[in-house]
């Protein structure tokens, strides 16, 4: 039965919170994407009428379709060239979500997505609905065919496994671009003690080229480890300036509410660099260089108004 004006209406009403949840169960916007669409292809295909709480009907298939996705994402992943990011979502996406809350927040936040890896789909699913949407654990119990003690158990086993002893410090937009500006002055000074001095003893840096951009298999562990390598990465080269395709201008953002470098040449972001801000330091440095995880940005970019850089690079 074809849908009507209304139904359609009434779906999209509904789509930037699909997309808000699918995002962060999947920590892929192209991904959100598609499983947004595939569940208006079945929303198309119900009778619509005999759906007493669309809402709800919506996030369950929404949700189940994620959980699915999740399960073969996770073979993929064990195939993926390096590290494995997320794809970062730059200040002002919608598909960022709701970010009343410090819980809401923290749920989108780069260093919490790349945490929520560690959950099986069903602790992710709980996690997010929960904790970023305020959804009862009945409902949760019924989205998930679950009881809801089992729920709040569930919820009780992921935010303990996402816990790593560090708490995220909340940062406005005017704080987050006073923090990246001292750590490109301090990586970019030459010398890598003003660098340790805003790092975390333990600070990591990892990024995700795919295996289509240059980036280091492993972590690099350690605030001494990290400032060179950070120092190296930003070091002027022409070789540099050629395998890039132009000269690079360097922004301070945020992403996924965390201060960000965003690395453009010619309009098209080729990096963004999230920092993880705790009361110790900066804890981690994550670079997503992979240009597929980077659409996204590029396009919301150039809808943007992001100023003159903060210099321009290589």
């Known amino acids: 039965m074809p849908l009507m004006a209304n139904d359609v209406d009434r779906f999209e009403a509904f789509r930037p919170r699909l997309e808000a949840i699918a995002y962060r169960l999947l920590g892929s916007a192209a991904e959100a994407e598609d499983a947004v669409q595939e569940t208006f292809l079945r929303w198309q295909a119900v009778d619509v009428d005999r759906i007493e709480v669309p809402e709800a009907w919506l996030t369950k298939a929404l949700t189940n379709l994620c959980l699915n996705q999740l399960t073969s994402a996770r073979a993929r992943r064990e195939t993926y060239v390096g590290e494995w990011l997320p794809e970062p979502l730059l200040g002002g996406d919608p598909m960022l979500g709701p970010a009343d809350s410090a819980e809401q927040r923290e749920s989108v936040s780069y260093a919490v997505l790349t945490l929520m890896e560690r959950l099986s789909p069903n602790e992710r699913a709980v996690y997010v609905l929960r904790e970023a ?182």
């Open 133 to 314: 949407f305020d959804y009862p654990h009945r409902e949760i119990a019924e989205i998930l065919d679950i009881s809801e003690a089992g729920s709040q158990q569930i919820l009780h086993r992921a935010k303990k496994r996402i816990a790593d002893g560090k708490a995220r410090a909340e940062i406005d937009k005017a704080a987050a671009r006073r923090i990246v500006e001292e750590f490109m002055a301090a990586t970019t000074s030459g010398q890598i003690e003003p660098l340790v001095r805003l790092l975390t003893a333990d600070a990591v840096s990892v990024g995700d080229g795919g295996g289509k951009v240059p980036a280091r298999a492993r972590a690099i562990e350690g605030a001494v480890a990290v400032a060179k390598f950070l120092r190296g990465l930003f070091k002027p080269g022409e070789a540099k300036r050629v395998l890039l395709g132009g000269a690079v201008e360097i922004y301070a953002w945020t992403a996924n509410g965390d201060p960000a470098v965003v690395a453009v040449v010619d309009g098209r972001v080729i990096g963004v660099m999230c920092l993880e801000v705790t009361a110790e330091g900066i804890a981690a440095c994550r670079n997503q260089v992979n240009p597929d995880k980077l659409e996204r940005a590029t396009a919301h970019w150039a809808a943007a108004e992001h100023g003159e850089p903060l210099f321009r690079a290589f």
